[in-house]
């Protein structure tokens, strides 16, 4: 029962970081239906970003929360800015293209990011600063440590932010209306180049969060971290519903769940091909995710 | 209508033309390769990009090292040696073409490659095929070199480090319950895993639970909670550093206060850095103790960290050390054969007996696998991530 | 007759080829030789994987991206089957000589992993009858990295370690004929009422249903004929290296394989042809900028598609354009003497032969 609540925690822990990286995804996708497979290196970028600014940050403001902050939001500024160029230069020019083409170009995108990272950083890991001393919670015998928690309720707030903003701002409601319709979008004054290029920048900060977080939690950083945890993290947003915010979240923690109980329980060497099993069997009874819209067929 | 069509192929010759410029370019960037009067060219190949860049970038960083150090005490036979370097992105049949490119295209006289026994298994037959002598620097699985009589190692295979490991468990911790935690992705992990269950058990010891992870993993609470239920006496974890370190760390995380154990794959200054002192009180095999006073090995450790100091990883892993020693023992053998021909540096190669290298004593048996000592070390590392390994014992085949 | 004809000639033409590539790039007076020839072999295996992927993706528009996993499981059957079997096989043909023989466990590696993997695109395939677009393109995902795991887990052919020991038995001329018979085989099932359905359900999938297509049965059809042509590149691709590992089949192959397919024209066979020639050679050219290389290599993938977004070929087919203007031509010259000649004549067919 202990290791099982345990366990609990440890998946909880581990969908919470699916779960940030899926939301990057799914906005992108409900906006603009792309694939970005470059999600998960701007996630790995995030960490890098954050590793070179805790070096000059760390130390410097009156607590370590304060520098923890600092570090995330300028590095989440950082990622934006690549999120706005990777639109500017790479997808815009091809937004009318087949959605192949698209994909096409963000799988290079991502190679790019990945092969230009392994020369600049280098392809060994990287100690990621310890910008939060870890400190251990015990309740009775299970154990969790502080960066944990502050990661959970990170990766919450961040959810509920997107939240508000995505359904009560006024630029949130003009994401939507690009996401429903881009050409309608247009024809109602609303500048579409801006709210995509604004979607981009959200995800990429966003993802630049996850890769912090999850440094904080799990100190090693490599060029590569991105591929599996984004793969994941797309695998994730497809089973709650891609384009859905909250299926995000829940494809996220069931991913987690799903691979910790494989793991912990069942047959470790099999923990990647039951996550895609379980994935293959939600879609087939659930065909457009958990929480997805079925897409009414226009004949 | 054609004519539409045409004007279509024609908005895709400037395309065409960039396209092949950029491939003449390339071509003509070479030079001209094969052996010259006062040159020796040797190959190498190894995963200089994808996801396992970190071992083909140290053993060349260690194969550069050796080339300049030989070339700077007046090369070989008189002429200087030269390394041609090839990435393989860590896959079979990248490294099946890029030996075959190095033998046939660049004429080397001898290949140095790779550190993922599955490359090297994939490439193998090519020099055998060639009779070009190859001499992987970390290839443990031990059908590497049963592919043929060209072909030779450096390293030790999976079945001896087992075995140190596990009589290093028995006799010296007196482990009686120990549980493992393999990598298995990696042939090096199974191997190595494989061997010390077969002979941790034949010792009398107890396997309470084998699991296992994937290379690239950073989340391993699952398995190390499964494995705190189960109240093992020590967890034998033999991956590379890239993973043990975060596995130290989420183990004393979780409260496992047990010690850890492994192999050379833990080798390198970066597990300090991110285990830290988690790893204090664990123990892993080794070629090579820093603290022996082995001239040869000082020197390689001084001259890695002024070379590479600038870089995070100022003290070489095993890898580097290896592929240094591999270059050395390769050009030991032209020197002793006097001669760059393939098959003479071949039969001289398989005459190596006792050739000091930064890894140790190394001799070449007859089914040319390196025969050499181990060393077991005990990681110290303060809270600064500054860290030594305290050797521990030796362990003689 | 005809037709017969054709492959008995084909037949010829990649013996003699094959003759050849032998006498001149292996034994022969060109020093690259050996490196050219391996190339030669990568690029026909990833000709016959892009043609087959483009009858899913580009054809019958089930967006697939587990290639790979279909080209594992051929080539790790295929390897079995001649591992395992081979010495029973050449047992069983001792009369012949030990080409023959070779022949003879090749063909039946062949017919082995055809069938599996013809069974595994049965498996993947219906799930393809609910899903579409991104959440298929996922669950064919989810296979591939399923398929890697297994073989990872199945000690009979070397899980981590890879399956080392299998004989050489392909060559220039086994991969080149399975590259012309995969062509051949999509591009008469293009033209056929298949190809047609497999269009009309690319193009409208209810529209499709409407005019009576059974939707269900060609697109099964289509993954079930796309992976067994996937399989068999995987027997010739594992008799050809000798030895397999799952590092050859992540989903990163299976990338590979789609840009290939988008770069050279989707639904293109010619561009699919020139999408897997162009990425096998591409990286080689490459190989003068050393540390870049892979940088330069996705700077071009994505300049390529950025500025020919419907791939270099687009969807037109050169062969068909060749001969069209061939057949108009030959065709206006003709209708111009019957008209001449007499006017009660039947017009002059332009298709056939």
Known sequence: MESFLQQLINGISLGSIYALVALGYTMVYGVLRLINFAHGDVYMLGAYFGYYLSRLVQGRTPSHLLDAAVVMILSMIGCALIGVIMERFAYRPVRRASRLTLLIIAIGVSLLIENASQLIFGANPRFFPQLIPETHIHMGNLMLTNQQVIVLVTALALMILLNLFIYRSRTGKAMRAVSYNLDAAKLMGIDTDRIISLTFALGSALAAAGGILVSINIPGIDPLMGVMTGLKAFVAAVLGGIGNIFGAVLGGLILGLAEVMVAGYGSSTYRDAIAFLILIAILLFKPSGLLGKGQVEKV | MLFSDMKKLRNMIPLALAMASFACLSACNKKDAGSSDNEILIGHYGSLTGATATFGQSAQKGIEMAVDAINESGGVLGKKLKVIVEDDQGKPEEAQTVATKLISKDRVVALLGEIASSNSLAAAPVAQANRIPMISPGSTNPKVTMVGDYIFRVCFIDPFQGLVMAKFATNTLKLKKVAVLRDIKSDYSVGLANFFVENFAKMGGTIVTDISYSQGDKDFTAQLTAIKAKNPDGIFVPGYYTEVGLIALQARKLGITVTLLGGDGWDSSDLWKIGGTALNGCFYSNHYSVDDPNPILQKFVKDYKTRYGKTSDSIPDAMAALGYDAALVLADAMKRANSTRPDSVRDALAQTKGFMGVTGNTTLDSNRNAVKPAVVLEVKVDDKGNGRNVFKETVSP | ?353
Request: glycine fraction near 12%; aromatic fraction near 10%.
């Open chain 3, 1 to 353: 007759m005809k037709r017969l004809l054709w492959i008995a000639g084909t037949i010829g033409a990649l013996l003699l080829l094959q003759w050849g590539a032998t006498a001149l790039l292996l034994d022969g007076p060109i020093r690259q030789g050996p490196y050219y020839y391996q190339i030669i072999i990568l690029a026909g295996i990833n000709i016959v994987l892009a043609v087959s992927l483009n009858l899913t993706n580009g054809i019958a528009g089930q967006f697939s991206i587990g290639h790979a996993g279909f080209f594992a499981v051929g080539a790790y059957m295929a390897a079995s089957v001649s591992y395992y079997g081979g010495p029973a096989i050449r047992g069983a043909v001792s009369f012949l000589p030990l080409v023959g023989q070779d022949t003879v466990v090749l063909i039946l590696a062949l017919a082995a992993a055809a069938l599996a993997t013809a069974l595994a695109g049965l498996l993947v395939g219906i799930p393809s009858l609910r899903l579409r677009g991104d959440y298929l393109a996922i669950v064919t995902l989810g296979f591939g990295e399923i398929i890697r795991v297994l073989i990872l887990n199945i000690d009979a052919v070397g899980g981590a370690r890879g399956f080392s020991g299998i004989p050489k038995l392909s060559n220039f001329f086994w991969v080149y004929l399975l590259v012309a018979a995969v062509i051949a085989t999509v591009w008469n099932l293009v033209r056929s009422s298949y190809g047609r359905a497999f269009q009309a359900i690319r193009e409208n999938e209810i529209a499709a249903q409407a005019m009576g297509v059974d939707v269900t049965r060609h697109k099964v059809l289509a993954f079930v004929i796309s992976s067994m042509f996937a399989g068999m590149a995987g027997c010739l691709f594992g008799h050809y290296t000798m030895y397999l590992h799952t590092n050859s089949f992540t989903f990163v192959k299976s990338f590979e394989i789609i840009i290939m397919i988008a770069i050279g024209g989707l639904g293109s066979i010619e561009g699919a042809v020139l999408g897997a020639v162009l990425l096998t050679v591409l990286p080689e050219a490459f190989r003068g900028f050393e540390g870049y290389r892979m940088i330069v290599y996705s700077l071009a993938v994505i300049l390529i598609m950025i500025y020919r977004p419907q791939g270099i070929l687009g969807q037109v087919s050169v062969i068909k354009r060749v001969r069209a203007h061939f057949i108009t031509k030959k065709a206006a010259r003709e209708a111009a003497t019957k008209a001449a000649s007499s006017a009660a004549k039947m017009p002059v067919k332009a298709e056939g032969a």
